[in-house]
């Protein structure tokens, strides 16, 4: 006889906070691999809390390296750096989720630029994953800027965020370089972050710790998070970034994923020609 699936909802605080008002509640679930239920077993689910659901917000930030001495809490004005080096670039179209591109090395893709409604390149590379277990003051010190530099309706509450016993919050440190030809108007472009998810290797859900359940839709929820208050964007700089997402602890399986079209894509993109890129999470 075939196993039987429990399905347990994610906290429903945790979905509203990694879900826009305007595209409604996604709901993650975690699929138990444990044999049949008796009949009068009843499906458990985690406590729920509500709490207002913020919309995106404008996320930069100066770019973290991999050492052990991360500034906790960045003070920083402005996300602009200098021009990167991408003599080294690779084409973030060829990877997949067994041949990731690692932290540091810069990928060549595409974004949608409005001033011609046209794909043009830029830059990107991944310069971090810091875990909560890892540093739970790195992590909240990312938050508490975020809700600084953002207006009310799109503040975190951690305190109203109800996660299972083996989940926990993570930040996502990447940055963006734009090319100087890349069009857009005298006033700026609009900001030229990426929609990164998480993507267990192989395909599937994201195990739970125990091993005895899986978490279906995790890594399709996260959080833009702000550094500053209403940034401006223009060609020819680097722009840092920062998104939060949840994972299990202690999992590493898993590669950060987003979609793009190639260079030169019009406004109306045929279905096929949109591909995904991989970056490693370590």
């Avoid at 994610?10 to 679930?29: N, P, Q, W, Y």
């Avoid at 930030?61 to 021009?83: C, G, I, L, Y």
């Amino acid at each position: 006889m075939k196993n039987m699936k429990k399905f347990l909802a994610l906290s429903i605080s945790m979905i509203m906070l990694f879900t826009v008002a305007s595209c409604g509640e996604k709901e993650t679930k975690k699929v138990t691999n444990e044999p049949p239920a008796k009949s009068s077993e009843k499906i458990k689910e985690p406590d729920t809390t509500t709490s207002e659901e913020p919309d995106d917000a404008d996320a930069t930030d100066k770019p973290q390296d991999n050492s052990s001495e991360d500034v906790k809490e960045p003070d920083t004005t402005t996300s602009e750096q200098a021009d990167a080096d991408i003599s080294s670039a690779l084409d973030a179209s060829t990877t997949t989720d067994t041949t990731p591109i690692s932290f540091g090395q810069w990928a060549k893709t595409a974004r949608y630029a409005t001033e011609d409604k046209t794909y043009h390149t830029v830059y990107v590379r991944v310069t971090k994953v810091t875990t909560s277990s890892d540093d739970a003051e790195y992590v909240q010190s990312a938050i508490d800027l975020h809700n600084t530099n953002s207006y009310d309706f799109s503040q975190i509450d951690v305190d109203s965020i109800q996660l299972p016993a083996d989940v926990e919050l993570c930040v996502l440190d990447y940055e963006v370089f734009v090319p100087e030809e890349f069009p857009g108007p005298d006033y700026g472009i609009v900001e030229p972050n990426m929609q990164f998810s998480q993507k267990n290797i192989g395909g599937g859900g994201i195990p739970s710790a125990d091993g005895t359940s899986t978490y279906i839709g995790m890594g399709s929820n996260s959080k833009d998070l702000a550094t500053e208050k209403d940034p401006t964007y223009q060609p020819g700089n680097t722009y840092a970034f920062r998104s939060l997402f949840t994972m299990v602890k202690g999992y590493t399986d898993y590669v950060l994923e987003f979609t793009s079209y190639p260079d030169g894509t019009g406004e109306n993109p045929e279905s096929g020609e949109m591909y995904h890129a991989y970056f490693a999470n370590k």
